[in-house]
């Protein structure tokens, strides 16, 4: 396990399709994170898990998006009827969880929706 | 909630010169501040971080600084190299709780 790994690298849907992308974060890494990254712009934080429980979502979550973390290992996050405003690098990262610790970010999943 | 200001947006210096890019945060509760190498096409890795109840980390030609008082926080890059050449962020949080991102800086090493 050499890192947070996310799946698939390129994603390209017609508006109003569905789509979803997966995050393997770092084994015994218990906390999770979502971000979205926008050409030019710094990652702005989507939601974030402590196990399998999801603790926070940011107002940017709107109720199109859904994340799910179940039994607490790997992550998907759904994005339903998609937008042209959705296109941008879904970003995951991973941390050990306690305390400030470091956080590990994955190459992304590059959405384009057309 | 935390905002986090970066600047230079771009920055442009000589190989073998320094390099330095600030941020200011506006949270006096933060206390975790990691600075992310953001390669074309890539992810954000963690290069170098600083804890509040430190001033200054170094490692090798990089280093941070850390003013609490002031809230501000700088990444110092000495004998600039071509592979130096990134989108560099900077960000902010309260222990391992989400990061609030800078805007970037975009440094180009110049042979």
């Known amino acids: 396990d050499t890192g947070v790994s996310q799946n698939p690298r390129h994603k390209i849907t017609k508006r109003g399709q569905n789509v979803t992308f997966r995050c393997d974060p770092i084994s015994e890494h218990n906390r999770l994170y979502w971000y979205r990254q926008t050409l030019g712009q710094g990652p702005e934080f989507l939601t974030y898990f402590q196990n399998e429980a999801q603790l926070e979502k940011s107002r940017l979550l709107s109720d199109r998006f859904s994340a799910e973390r179940p039994k607490g290992s790997f992550s998907t996050l759904e994005i339903q009827r998609t937008e042209q405003g959705d296109s941008a690098m879904y970003l995951c990262?991973?941390?050990?969880?306690?305390?400030?610790?470091?956080?590990?970010f994955g190459q992304g999943t590059r959405l384009t929706v057309v | 909630g935390e905002n986090v200001e970066q600047h230079p947006s771009t920055l442009s210096v000589q190989e073998g010169d320094s390099a330095v890019i600030k941020c200011t945060y506006s949270?006096?509760?933060?206390?975790?501040f990691p600075w992310y190498k953001q390669e074309l096409g890539k992810g954000p890795q963690l290069i170098i971080d600083?804890?509040?109840?430190?001033g200054e980390k170094k490692d090798q030609r990089i280093a941070v600084t850390l003013n609490k008082t002031a809230k501000h926080f700088s990444l110092h890059i000495t004998e600039t190299q071509p592979e130096d050449s990134a989108v560099y962020f900077c960000?902010?949080?309260?222990?391992?709780?989400?990061?609030?991102f800078g805007q970037g800086t975009r440094l180009t090493i110049n042979p």
């Open positions: 949270d006096s509760a933060s206390n975790y």
């Open positions: 960000a902010a949080s309260q222990g391992a709780q989400k990061l609030v």
């Open positions: 990262a991973s941390s050990i969880g306690q305390g400030a610790t470091e956080a590990f």
């Open positions: 600083i804890r509040s109840n430190v």
